[in-house]
């Protein structure tokens, strides 16, 4: 049972450049987030999805996009990438709303 | 904005000791409260939940109470072990409204366990 699945695990971009972070899960969940980490800060939510089709801002959405075509799938873009965008990005899946969400392992992206 | 934070940042306690985490939210519409552990290098694990509606449930060494007046949320961990050190993040998700299927985290606190 792989769970949650997150790649790639390290990135290193230039500013400017873009790339797609790929989530998938195999638990049949509706609910999908991804978050970003930055030291000493905790997880601050990206962009959520509570179903195949659908997508919502969270709280920091600003510079990224995301698509859910399929329920298996949740995608993180970055158009143009900015230093600031270097963290730690998370991505996690729950059955419902308010049940256990399940994490991946994390990408680390570095933009230089 | 509506926020869940944390009053320490840092927990020091010797092995065996009891340790109790606390968490402040702000968001009265929050129902729903989850308690997540973080070792190095990995993402969050789920420990315990509890809803609006219980002001205390229990785990395998581990108890959640939560405290709707003062909208305090704490994780105590009995018999606190090595493998316990690690960052603890609460988090907190509504059971309706436009927000649902928001989950918002605190900013963590390291506990950290000496033998």
């Known amino acids: 049972n792989a769970g949650v699945t997150q790649t790639p695990k390290f990135r290193v971009l230039k500013t400017g450049q873009s790339m797609t972070l790929l989530c998938a899960q195999d638990?049949?969940?509706?609910?999908m987030y991804w978050y970003r980490q930055d030291p000493g800060m905790g997880l601050r939510l990206i962009h959520y999805?509570?179903?195949?089709?659908?997508?919502a801002k969270g709280e920091v959405p600003d510079g990224y996009n995301v698509s859910r075509l399929k329920k298996q799938n949740f995608l993180l873009g970055l158009e143009s990438a900015a230093p600031s965008q270097t963290s730690v990005y998370f991505c996690a899946s729950s059955y419902t709303g308010t049940a256990e969400a399940f994490f991946g392992q994390g990408t680390r992206l570095t933009v230089v | 904005g509506e926020s869940v934070g944390l009053h320490l940042p840092t927990l020091s306690v010797q092995e065996g000791d009891n340790s109790i985490i606390n968490c402040a939210y702000s968001n009265s519409a929050s129902d729903y409260f989850i308690w997540y552990k973080q070792e190095s290098g990995k993402g969050p694990q789920f420990i315990i939940d509890?809803?609006?509606?219980?002001d205390k449930r229990q785990g395998q060494r581990v108890t959640v109470l939560l405290n709707k007046t003062v909208k305090h949320l704490s994780l105590q961990i009995a018999a606190t072990q090595p493998g316990d050190s690690a960052v603890y993040f609460c988090?907190?998700?509504?059971?309706?409204?436009?927000?649902?299927?928001?989950?918002?985290f605190g900013q963590g606190t390291i506990l950290t366990v000496h033998p």
């Open positions: 988090a907190e998700a509504s059971l309706g409204g436009t927000s649902y299927g928001k989950l918002t």
């Open positions: 638990m049949n969940h509706e609910y």
């Open positions: 999805s509570v179903g195949e089709g659908t997508t």
């Open positions: 509890i809803r609006s509606n219980m």
